[in-house]
């Protein structure tokens, strides 16, 4: 079992920065390839970045490329994403999760944080 716990969410305003964290407990951390997804008012969750299990490759989806970061601390057992120049789109609750496989697909990931809200206003 794996517990994770977001923090970092909150109100920003448009071309901002927010920095989101994900706190992991429970089994070997670096077992576990992480990522977050979001998730919009009426729209699917979607994956918006992931790294794998030694931090050493990361994937982005396209709307965020060159604004978001993810990086890991396997032996601070965490997982951060660095927002930059955000957009109102980036509006939505903001989920870390983590997964044995690599994949983009919120089905595959076995753990899930309770969420942080990221609210962009133009």
């Known amino acids: 079992q794996v517990q994770l716990v977001e923090s970092g969410g909150g109100p920003v305003q448009a071309g901002g920065s927010l920095r989101l964290s994900c706190a992991a407990f429970g089994r070997t951390f670096n077992n576990y390839v992480m990522a977050w997804f979001r998730q919009a008012p009426g729209k699917a969750r979607e994956g918006v970045a992931m790294?794998?299990?030694?931090?050493?490759?990361?994937y982005y989806v396209d709307s965020v490329k060159g604004r978001f970061t993810i990086s890991r601390d396997n032996a601070k057992n965490t997982v951060t994403l660095q927002m930059n120049s955000l957009k109102p789109e980036d509006t939505a609750v903001y989920y870390c999760?983590?997964?044995?496989?690599?994949?983009?697909?919120?089905?595959?990931?076995?753990?899930w944080g309770q969420g942080t809200q990221v609210t962009v206003s133009s």
């Open positions: 790294i794998t299990w030694s931090g050493d490759i990361s």
């Open positions: 999760a983590a997964s044995t496989g690599l994949s983009d697909v919120a089905v595959d990931y076995d753990y």
